[in-house]
């Protein structure tokens, strides 16, 4: 169906040249001729839909084409047939000067209302002629619809009139029929979600988001319809996948007493050698490996290893030092990483990281710029500056998560420790009414904790500005030498448009000469899809997010070459160009 592309008196004179051929056609056309009208325009849309899958190999018909052979059928049939109905030869020979005419007159109608012709074109025939509206080429076909017309249609005269007079059928029934076939299909399968692609093209993460297939899309659940419903199933989903046992914690303190952990899913049946890739997950915001199963079986059906990083205070452990960050420690996930290399030396890293997740990998990525292990990276559902992120959070989720959020850092082991260190500032979080309040509450935890000699001085703890300067992943974003894939939704209720709208600036093609982000990633834009949902088919959804970011990570570590003296990172908790004595990691140029 398309639109007609005008305003003011242009759209009322077209409207009203429509409102008048239409009333032309039902008042001065009988009822069996307005039910043959309706069967033909029905026949042909269906012959039309099967011509074009078998020569383009997809199936094509339009709204506009079937009302214009609605109202067109009269002359194509009737006045055509009372004029050389009696000269059998003539009227099939000269039935393609019929159809001509008729492409004729309705492309030039349709043009007039739309701007162009929606129902067909013949640009790309040599054999196309008057304005490209008609082809020679199709004469043959034209002459056997006039054989057809020629011994059927008398008796479709007959068998209508006969079916009107009788009271069997109304001229309207098949109208409703098509209506209702129309609503159940649209229904049944809705339209595949085309992402806009943000990129540069001619880069390698270009060429492999295009070789793995991102950029055709997908079709959504039809019975996911809107982004709430998806992101609904996506949290629901998630807890159905159960990791595969015996899972392995790998759990340590951190140099500022933390504790934080990875999860090991076991592999079998996946028997994976030692230098098979290793993607690291980083769940979003009170994630846990738990709620992380369909990542991780997405990661073992590619033929990978999955891991699954649980940040401190937020996910299945608890806080054992007052320092916990809703966007992650970078600190933390460089040291999980050193881990992750030491325990597979000779093997690539990935990260997949969703909603919160992506903050920690985008702000880590941007901190270490070449000198990360990390070959390649994808980011579902980011929301991109977080000083903005979270206000703009639909009110319906973010209540849904505010109050597991506060349960886990105000009670038990985790809200002791935080009234200890700061009494006044977990008031002030046990009344936070919205995320984005939360997270400035927070913010004196998010750095490090300061003696307790001067704990008491307000000076002493981060604020809110300090925060977002030491974490704000749109600080480091351009010092990105990582290719990395990302996945966001238009119809997303948490990590909303507006966030992606506002670092569109991030992607495309580059117009600066040291390469950044803007070379290295890729974003799609995708209608439909929700927060990390993306679920297609009919009755078993899968995610389609999920799996085009495995085999966008996978693609480059199959391009990965391990150095032949390659040695794991040491755990260095500075980022690049603070500290001159970090051992070699992989270097990109």
């Not at 159809?99 to 030039?108: D, K, P």
């Not at 159940?184 to 793995?212: D, K, L, M």
């Not at 159960?242 to 076991?266: I, R, S």
């Amino acid at each position: 169906m398309h639109s007609i592309p005008y305003g003011g008196i242009a759209l009322a004179i077209r409207l009203a040249v429509i409102a008048c051929v239409v009333f032309a056609w039902l008042t001065l056309s009988s009822s069996a001729l307005k039910l043959r009208c309706v069967l033909s325009a029905i026949l042909y849309s269906v012959a039309e839909s099967a011509f074009t899958y078998g020569e383009r190999g997809t199936s094509y018909t339009s709204f506009s084409q079937f009302v214009a052979v609605v109202l067109y059928a009269p002359l194509l049939l009737d006045a055509y047939g009372a004029l050389l109905g009696d000269l059998p030869l003539l009227y099939v020979s000269s039935f393609p000067l019929n159809v001509w005419l008729l492409e004729l007159v309705v492309g030039a109608a349709l043009a007039i209302v739309h701007g162009f012709n929606v129902a067909w074109c013949y640009a790309d025939y040599a054999d196309a002629f008057a304005c490209e509206q008609a082809r020679l080429g199709h004469a043959p076909a034209w002459l056997a619809l006039g054989c057809g017309c020629a011994a059927g249609y008398p008796l479709a005269i007959r068998a209508t009139e006969s079916a009107i007079q009788a009271g069997v059928v109304a001229w309207w029934w098949p109208l409703v029929l098509l209506l209702l076939a129309g609503l159940v299909w649209r229904v049944v399968r809705p339209p595949i979600a085309v992402p806009r692609v943000h990129w540069t093209p001619g880069t390698r993460a270009a060429a492999v988001v295009r070789s793995i297939g991102a950029t055709e899309g997908f079709r959504p659940t039809w019975w996911l319809p809107t982004g709430h419903m998806q992101s609904v199933y996506y949290g629901v989903n998630g807890m159905n996948f159960v990791l595969p046992q015996p899972a392995e914690a790998e759990c340590w303190v951190t140099a500022d007493g933390g504790t934080v952990q990875l999860v090991w899913p076991c592999c079998a049946p996946h028997v994976l050698p030692v230098e098979r890739g290793v993607v690291v997950v980083l769940p979003g915001l009170g994630g846990t490996a738990r709620s992380s199963g369909e990542a991780s079986a997405a990661v073992l059906a590619a033929g990978l290893r999955p891991v699954i990083f649980e940040p401190r205070g937020l996910a299945s452990l608890p806080l054992s030092s007052p320092r916990v960050n809703l966007f992650g420690n970078t600190d933390d996930l460089r040291e999980a990483l050193v881990r992750v290399q030491r325990r597979f030396p000779g093997a690539p890293i990935g990260l997949l990281a969703t909603s919160a997740g992506t903050a920690t990998a985008v702000r880590y990525l941007g901190e270490q710029g070449a000198r990360t292990p990390v070959v390649a990276a994808a980011l579902n559902c980011p929301g991109y500056d977080i000083a903005l992120a979270m206000a703009r959070c639909s009110p319906l989720f973010g209540r849904l998560l505010l109050n597991p959020l506060k349960s886990k850092l105000l009670t038990g082991q985790s809200g002791e420790l935080l009234r200890q260190a700061h009494p006044e500032a977990c008031e002030r979080v046990a009344r936070a009414r919205n995320l984005h309040e939360l997270l400035v509450h927070l913010a004196p935890f998010a750095g490090p904790t300061p003696p307790a000699e001067s704990a008491a001085d307000p000076e002493a703890w981060w604020d809110y500005v300090t925060y977002l300067r030491q974490c704000n992943p749109m600080g480091t974003i351009r010092n990105i030498r990582t290719e990395v894939l990302v996945l966001n939704a238009d119809d997303d209720p948490v990590c909303t448009a507006a966030n992606m709208e506002d670092a569109l600036h991030h992607f495309g093609p580059a117009d600066q000469p040291e390469p950044g982000p803007r070379t290295r990633s890729v974003l799609l834009q995708l209608p439909k899809g929700g927060h990390c949902g993306f679920y297609t088919g009919a009755w078993r959804p899968r995610n389609w997010g999920l799996s085009m970011a495995v085999q966008f990570i996978h693609a480059f570590m199959e391009d990965w070459e391990t150095p032949l003296e390659r040695q794991p990172e040491q755990p260095s908790l500075a980022p690049e160009g603070k500290r001159a004595t970090r051992s070699p990691a992989r270097v990109r140029s």
